[in-house]
């Protein structure tokens, strides 16, 4: 995500990676592509590194969520598809953002959502987050 913001001009208003998916509001020439760009990156980098540390169970789980009609990889690391949605006043942006942020509340992972380390929630509370995000919109 730092590269795409660096040396494709991408820029995160807010965010959430979860175990499978990822929730992003953000905006750059080409948006699709880069989102695409950067599942494919990531889940060559997760699956060789599972294949270097021989994780057999992970890599059985990754297989099995395959679809079948994808026969141009063997595995299935992030959620098939994307779902993009034009955010059309400020009253759906702020309501995106509590959206993303509560993600990880909601399947139970963690009780407030700065505590998810991956998420932009830390950004809006004034705490660094792992990645920069523009709260200016």
Known sequence: MRYLQKERGLTIYAYVILENHL????SGDR?????????S????????????CKSVTT???LRAAKLPHKSE????VWQEGSHPQEIKDEKMLLQKIEYIHNNPVKRGYVDEPEH?????????IGQAGLLE????W
Request: charged content about 25%; proline content about 0%.
């Open 23 to 26: 929730h992003l509001i953000a």
């Open 31 to 39: 948006l699709s592509k880069t989102i695409k760009d950067f599942k």
């Open 41 to 52: 990156f990531t889940a060559r980098q997760i699956i060789d590194y599972l294949e270097s």
């Open 59 to 61: 890599l059985s789980q």
């Open 73 to 76: 990889s063997d595995y299935q």
């Open 116 to 124: 998810w380390r991956y998420s932009s929630a830390r950004n809006y």
């Open 133 to 136: 995000v523009s709260t200016e």
